[in-house]
């Protein structure tokens, strides 16, 4: 390029040809870049305006009118064996993000029969704002081919409002329809008079069906979804957020439709208590938003917030499965009493209802208040902040039904993504209430090993043969005795068994339960194993075992003895029970590893004056460990092998704590005493145990890890 800057005056006729040629190759290039430039433009604006048009807008002013002729196809039949192995395609599903539900809007459409100019079905406010919900989520995608699933623009909620047969068409007409595969249809009011069928009363052929009217005959499980059935009076309303166990009426019923049977059953308990059950009936006019009661002097009262002043509220059998009044109630935090049979409740695959409902079976609605009436106010509070927990998680607009719905599915195609049922249903807005505190990684390090802490006072012989064993244990690292006993000096450290182990002896101040939860600097590993000095029954295996299992549940206690607390319809008490039964709630530190964490947390955060009524009584310090562990991480502990029995012949005497007539009393009124402290019961009951995988079974010895497990 410096060959052409040659002053042009003073160059001689070949130097202006190469001038020329040189101005002939900068305007090509010039036109050549500006060209790339212009194409690339073009391109980039005709992507953009390609984007702009893919996206799904709702605009009612943009909907497409689709005639329907009058031969138009119809769809199959429901297909009432549907399962999700066999309806339902995943491989459409997870092709560019492997593991995330997409679904596709089909554009807003009008569909018009060419004869009768008849609309099959209009946009209602409800389920455009289901379409929104849907459309402003993570869930949706603008291109088809990479959708899992098909949601359609036509409004099904209600049967009442549609033609059927002109509904059917339209779904035929859709262009991904293909009998209805992996399309989704929205559906709170099946059926019609006189019939009401518990499901749409069209032909869907293949598609699933998110209703809400299902019963167990008409619903698939594991391929529907069972949904509420929204209340336009919750649309604007803000619930109330207290709880109370002193709300005037036991049982309050303010359904309009009841069937005239049921209906007959509740005026005659409100007739013989009528200071128990308060019955409401529809008012003068159509304004559902009031109630009236059934007296010659009717009063006028708010709907639904009148539901606030009862403990329970009823929800019983109509022509239709499916009611509003259920999220009416719901909203109120008044527990719900489901009177109706075979039916399933919203999303029934994932709430455990038996947290916040009471069902009763419609033979017996008749003695509904003497089943009402044996529920403590413990029990009654409880219940209450689940139903608000559940109603603000779940039900408290169209657009939660609609995601929760939404993950539902996704949780049945890409099951790694699922939330455990624990996670559905527990109270996470709790502060004191989270999963993991301790924000610890998915599998302890193996190398660091436990430190056992082993609480005594002065059986040195049942010691001594406990630190033998303990010594052998691979995952062993140190031992930690805790000598209770202010009275008398420990044996000398060298009249201690030899072991290879690093072995520390610290005697308290005060004889003190608490003393083995204290957060000794000694204690340098993450997992401690407290143990009595009388458990020397566990082997090798039963204690490394124990440590491994630990190490997957590092929030968890993990441990041998267990025990449950039950309640007692007789003293309207809790009662501890040490009796062998298939549950437990709670795992004795006797013999159990925890984290250092909650050590800390028992010794300077334990709420209320419990450490101090533990060390006061020498009793429960355990049953203390527990609560607390379970009111932060709503984890219940985990019991490992099958061994029971734990005391040790030999240590038998009349002094030990458990030979106190007085014991397992003060140990029921512990959980009583502690559920008021903590505000409620976090011990959580389960039926699970941790055993070697092949312990049991007949293989040679060689061939497993866990051989020496202790048996019942």
């Not at 001689?12 to 060209?35: D, M, Q, S």
């Not at 009951?685 to 866990?706: C, G, H, I, S």
Request: charged fraction near 20%.
């Amino acid at each position: 390029m410096n060959k052409c800057l040659i002053n042009h005056s003073r160059s001689p006729p070949h130097t202006r040809e190469l001038i020329l040629n040189c101005l002939t190759y900068a305007l090509f290039t010039i036109v050549t870049l500006c060209g790339i430039w212009l194409l690339w433009d073009v391109s980039s604006i005709q992507n953009f305006m390609s984007d702009k048009k893919d996206t799904m807008v709702l605009d009612l002013s943009r909907t497409q009118e689709v005639v329907l002729e009058s031969d138009s196809e119809q769809p199959r039949a429901r297909n009432v064996n549907c399962t999700f192995w066999d309806c339902l395609n995943i491989y459409k599903c997870g092709q560019n993000e492997h593991d995330k539900l997409k679904v596709f809007i089909y554009p807003l459409q009008e569909f018009v029969d060419e004869k009768s100019e008849k609309v099959a079905t209009t946009l209602s406010a409800e389920y455009f704002q289901i379409l929104e919900a849907v459309l402003k989520s993570r869930y949706y995608t603008s291109n088809p081919n990479e959708a899992c699933l098909f949601l359609p623009s036509l409004d099904l909620l209600n049967q009442n409002i549609f033609e059927k047969n002109l509904a059917g068409a339209a779904l035929a007409t859709l262009n991904f329809w293909d009998r209805g595969e992996n399309h989704i249809l929205f559906n709170m009011l099946p059926g019609s008079a006189p019939e009401y069928n518990t499901v749409l009363d069209i032909n869907t052929d293949n598609a699933v069906v998110l209703g809400g009217g299902f019963d167990s005959w008409t619903y698939r499980p594991g391929f529907d979804v069972s949904i509420p059935v929204w209340s336009p009076l919750l649309q604007h309303y803000h619930p109330p957020t207290q709880f109370s166990r002193d709300r005037k009426y036991l049982l309050i019923v303010a359904q309009l439709n009841l069937l005239p049977l049921h209906l007959r059953t509740i005026r005659e308990l409100s007739k013989k208590h009528a200071d128990q059950v308060l019955m409401l009936g529809p008012c003068e006019g159509t304004d559902l938003a009031l109630r009236c009661t059934r007296t010659h002097h009717q009063k006028h009262l708010e709907y639904p917030r009148i539901l606030s002043r009862g403990k329970f509220c009823l929800v019983g059998r109509s022509l239709r499965m499916g009611q509003p009044d259920l999220l009416e109630i719901m909203s109120q935090n008044c527990i719900p009493v489901v009177a109706i049979d075979n039916y399933v409740m919203p999303f029934e695959d994932a709430i455990d209802w038996s947290l916040a409902t009471v069902r009763v079976r419609e033979s017996e609605l008749h003695s509904v208040l003497r089943k009402l009436s044996v529920i403590s106010n413990v029990k009654v509070v409880e219940m209450q902040k689940q139903v608000q927990w559940l109603y603000n998680s779940y039900f408290k607009d169209l657009r939660s039904i609609t995601i929760t719905a939404l993950e539902i599915l996704e949780s049945r195609i890409f099951p790694l993504r699922a939330r455990s049922i624990r996670k559905w249903n527990a109270i996470s807005t709790n502060s004191r209430a989270t999963f993991n505190p301790l924000f610890l990684p998915s599998l302890s390090p193996k190398s660091q090993g436990f430190t056992a802490v082993i609480l005594t006072y002065d059986r040195v012989e049942s010691l001594f043969l406990l630190i033998q064993k303990l010594a052998v244990v691979p995952s062993l690292q140190s031992i930690l005795v805790i000598w209770n006993n202010q009275r008398k000096m420990p044996p000398h450290l060298s009249t201690f068994p030899s072991i290879s182990k690093p072995l520390k002896i610290i005697q308290t101040s005060e004889n003190k339960l608490s003393n083995r939860f204290f957060p000794y600097p000694e204690i340098e590993t993450e997992a401690i194993l407290t143990i009595d000095d009388d458990i020397i029954m566990l082997t090798t295996d039963e204690l490394d075992f124990g440590y491994e299992v630990w190490r997957e549940f590092p929030d968890h206690i993990v441990g041998f003895p267990s025990r449950i607390h039950m309640w007692n319809n007789v003293t309207m008490r809790w009662h501890y029970e040490s009796e062998w039964t298939n549950q437990i709630s709670m795992v004795l530190t006797g013999a159990a590893f925890h984290h250092k964490y909650w050590s800390h947390m028992y010794t300077y955060a334990l709420p209320g004056d419990i450490k101090q009524w533990v060390d006061e009584h020498m009793n429960c310090e355990d049953i203390a460990m527990n609560f607390l562990v379970a009111n932060i991480t709503n984890n219940p502990p985990i019991k490992v092998t099958p061994r029971k029995k734990f005391k040790c012949p030999e240590c038998t005497n009349t002094e030990m704590l458990s030979a106190d007539l007085n014991h397992m009393r003060e140990r029921s009124a512990c959980i009583d005493r502690f559920s008021k402290i903590f505000g409620r019961i976090p011990l959580r009951t389960v039926e699970f145990r941790a055993d070697p995988v092949l312990f049991r079974d007949n293989f040679p010895e060689k061939l497993k890890r866990y051989n020496d497990i202790g048996s019942l």
